[in-house]
């Protein structure tokens, strides 16, 4: 050993030492960062005992927490998805107490009759009467209006989430090009894979997805139903938005590398995400709950039809609803889709309109043969009463609306909200235990990779008082230097 | 690295995570206490939701059906005075018109309260009751009788007149009646001729516009009653026969027993219209009290289901506040925690 090897080992200890205090102040730079990963410098002693130098500049990681907030990050943004649909579609129906729903207005309905019934000689009973049958299929167009934006908005949103994917793989390619070319010649990456993880959880945001490991820290990235989003190369994901909807449109499928992953037809459909709320919205829960909102028109229809009363063998004909296929009453128990888009007040009824009100109390909308009441009597009530009663008989309703089956229009139109409520109370159950996954496993996840500002204070300390120590060290052999170099110029 | 490891970014987010989760659950509970009720009912409910909604339908329903069981009801009530009075109105007629056979002075007075009951009786089969027609059927717009003693002459008064002069070959203020027309005669007239003008086919042709159909209200859920009378009825068509053959057969011009005739067959016809009454009385009697039985029930189950409603959407008032009181204390202590925390670095020491 020699002096020389003292000093050489002293100097590299002041250089591994900057480099320590390079990272520490890095480290704090990203305190409060997400996905800022805690750095880790690595030394090891130099040749032949003499010095020291870094070997490496790694990050705190943990694999399994941070694939745990990618899936519970999916799940999450899936049910939230979900949940604001589902209060989006939730304004249709509104508190209980507003008695603002169809299933409410429909009860108004039968409310109105009643009292028309019970004084049906006065027309402002009989116009009463109307306005809430016009109230009625307001509603019920009204709704179906805000289902079909609700569609429509979810695949505005699905092209919006489209195109973050796809910016986001691009991203990621170059990105994942500098690690696997940083670690071939042995640079710090790490800041290279902090951004990769950032952009995995963005994109898991979006659609779930798995990740697979290959050489030099590469990274393939497959859905979670394992269709390739990318590998070496992004991959293309393709959607094509409609540009408005109605209730017989049907949404394009969402095809990733060629394969489709949502809709009917995918082989691998995708299980969570934003995007598989969205089509789930989209394709089954609005589209569903229109079929039932057109049940409720059609029932409508159906119920206030007029039969002929000359036994002459004329066709039921729509009375005070009517819709484009009136006066032909529309086939029982099949859906008709998007009738309640379509449904109106009969003219013939609307004071407004020229039209006479009292055909609710006499018939004969569809001409003399369907007059109920023959000799014209003001206070004929019959009728009434029978489209009162109307309200409460079983009838048979669409199965593909989920409340399929034989029930009376009012049980029909209250267990349209009942569906309703319980797939939201699911959805909103569910998105709170998600968020709440999802929060543990970001803390877990946190707590192991991020930054602890105490931890990183005393390291400095240790730093400070080993350059102290080195600083010390190399003037103590400076003097020895100038020692022996006295002494050998004497 | 050390097991016991935590980032400072962990130890500052549990804190905050939390205090936001408990700001979000203080908004429920407070809108909770102001309310009284679920402050999202529809996911406080989920599925029952619809059985709350069918029965809010049913309280709304079930109360209009006491407000329009009301208008029947008033309908119902004024039938039943105007019936009571003519009842006792009949019951005077009966006693005037006792006397007028024993003394010779009494037919004037019989036949002048005969029209005065005449005209009565119109009066009140033509009452009505905001604008409908009490005694008319179901044709609650129309005045089911019109005036007896009008100018032109009345199609009843016409067809009676026609009556008396094919009958008798006189009129009835003919001065010859007396010797000309016996008390059988007479008798047979009432009897036949004159009684065929007020049944069916004739009394409506002359008399009544009224619809046989008695108005119909829907008093509860299922359940239907006629809650009118109309002037078709048996009872109303013979009071108006008996004062028309007081009123207008001319008794002042007839002898002793044909004027007997008349009393006696009126004062019969006023018995049976009497009787006719009490059981028009009773029927509406009848539906008076199913009104009445239909508002109770009505009411005890729309108490009944309101409380279901209630037992459904109502949250337990100590429960919300003691939760409002728990949140704001722990969110409190969030907040003092949150500051000690930050407090606590090392960078004090050093």
């Given at each position: 050993m020699s002096l020389t090897a003292a000093m050489e080992t002293a100097r590299s200890n002041l250089s591994v030492l900057t480099a320590k205090t390079a990272v520490i102040s890095r480290n704090i730079a990203n305190t409060s960062n997400e996905f800022a990963s805690r750095k880790i410098v690595g030394t090891a002693t130099g040749h032949n005992g003499v010095g020291v130098h870094i070997t490496s500049i790694t990050r705190a990681s943990d694999e399994a927490l941070f694939h745990n907030v990618l899936s519970a990050n999916s799940d999450a943004s899936y049910q939230k998805a979900l949940v604001d649909a589902m209060d989006q579609l939730n304004a249709t129906i509104?508190?209980?107490?507003?008695?603002?729903s169809p299933a409410a207005l429909i009860g108004k309905l039968k409310d109105a009759l009643q009292e028309y019934s019970a004084s049906p000689s006065e027309l402002v009973r009989a116009q009463s009467a109307i306005s809430a049958a016009d109230d009625v299929a307001t509603s019920l167009n009204s709704a179906t209006e805000l289902v079909q934006n609700v569609r429509s908005q979810a695949d505005l949103e699905i092209s919006g989430a489209v195109d973050t994917i796809n910016s986001l793989l691009e991203q990621y390619g170059s990105v994942n090009q500098k690690v696997i070319d940083g670690t071939r010649i042995g640079s710090d990456v790490t800041d290279y894979l902090d951004q990769r993880d950032k952009i995995l959880a963005d994109l898991s945001q979006e659609i779930g997805i798995k990740t697979v490991a290959g050489n030099n820290y590469d990274l393939s990235i497959y859905t979670?139903?394992?269709?390739?989003?990318?590998?070496h190369t992004a991959r293309a994901v393709t959607f094509d938005g409609l540009a408005s909807y109605s209730a017989v449109d049907t949404g394009n499928a969402l095809v990733i590398d060629g394969v489709p992953v949502t809709g009917s037809s995918a082989t691998m459909p995708i299980s969570s995400g934003r995007i598989k709320g969205l089509i789930e919205i989209r394709d089954d829960i609005a589209v569903t709950y229109q079929s039932q909102l057109d049940e409720m028109a059609r029932g409508l229809i159906e119920m206030f039809a007029e039969t002929d009363q000359?036994?002459?063998?004329l066709p039921d004909a729509t009375g005070l609803f009517s819709y484009p296929g009136s006066p032909t009453v529309p086939a029982t128990g099949t859906l008709d889709t998007g009738i309640a888009g379509e449904i109106s007040i009969n003219a013939v009824y609307d004071s407004s309109q020229a039209g006479d009100p009292t055909l609710l109390r006499d018939g004969g909308a569809n001409g003399a043969a369907y007059v109920y009441n023959t000799t014209g009597a003001?206070?004929?009530s019959a009728r009434l009463f029978e489209l009162i009663d109307e309200f409460g008989v079983d009838r048979s309703f669409d199965a593909s609306t989920q409340l399929g089956g034989t029930l009376s229009l009012e049980n029909y139109a209250s267990s349209s909200i009942g569906w309703m409520e319980e797939n939201r109370q699911s959805a909103a159950t569910a998105q709170e235990y998600s968020t709440t996954v999802l929060e543990r496993a970001s803390y877990s996840l946190t707590s192991v990779i991020g930054v602890n500002l105490d931890y990183e204070m005393s390291i400095l300390l240790d730093l400070e008082h080993s350059f102290q120590a080195t600083s010390r060290l190399i003037s103590a052999i400076d003097s020895m230097y100038a020692s022996l170099l006295e002494a050998g110029g004497r | 690295m050390d097991v016991t490891y935590t980032s400072t970014k962990s130890t500052v987010e549990a804190t905050r995570t939390s205090v936001l989760k408990m700001q979000r659950q203080l908004i429920v509970a407070q809108k909770e206490v102001s309310?009284?009720?679920?402050?999202?009912v529809g996911i406080a409910l989920g599925a029952r939701t619809s059985r709350s909604v069918s029965m809010r339908r049913d309280i709304n329903y079930m109360n209009l059906i006491i407000d329009t069981n009301s208008t029947a009801s008033t309908r119902l009530d004024s039938t039943q005075s105007a019936l009571t009075g003519l009842v006792e109105m009949s019951q005077g007629f009966v006693d005037t018109l006792i006397s007028a056979r024993t003394t010779e002075t009494g037919r004037e007075n019989a036949a002048n309260e005969a029209k005065a009951n005449l005209s009565m009786l119109t009066d009140v089969m033509n009452g009505a009751v905001g604008g409908e027609s009490l005694f008319a059927g179901i044709k609650t717009d129309t005045l089911p009788l019109s005036n007896y003693f009008t100018s032109p002459t009345s199609a009843a008064k016409t067809a009676v007149d026609a009556a008396f002069l094919g009958e008798f070959?006189?009129?009835?203020?003919?001065?010859?009646n007396e010797t000309g027309i016996t008390g059988s005669d007479m008798q047979t007239f009432l009897d036949t001729t004159f009684d065929t003008l007020f049944n069916d086919a004739n009394w409506a042709a002359n008399w009544s516009a009224a619809s046989d159909e008695n108005v119909v209200s829907r008093i509860s859920i299922y359940e239907d009653v006629e809650t009118s009378s109309n002037a078709n009825y048996l009872g109303y068509r013979k009071l108006a026969e008996a004062y028309t053959m007081v009123a207008d057969l001319g008794i002042e011009n007839l002898n002793d027993l044909a004027f007997q005739a008349i009393v006696d067959t009126a004062i019969d016809m006023v018995g049976a219209a009497t009787q006719y009454l009490a059981v028009e009385q009773g029927r509406l009697g009848t539906s008076q009290e199913r009104v009445e039985l239909a508002n109770n029930r009505l009411l005890s189950q729309i108490n009944i289901i309101t409380g279901q409603v209630n037992d459904m959407e109502v949250v337990d008032p100590y429960d919300a506040s003691v939760r409002v009181t728990t949140l704001l204390t722990q969110i409190e202590t969030s907040y003092a925690l949150t500051a000690r925390i930050q407090k606590l670095t090392i960078l004090n020491y050093i």
């Open positions: 509104n508190d209980t107490e507003q008695d603002a979670d139903s394992g269709v390739t989003l990318f590998q000359t036994a002459s063998g003001s206070g004929y | 309310s009284g009720r679920y402050a999202d070959g006189t009129t009835q203020s003919d001065p010859a």
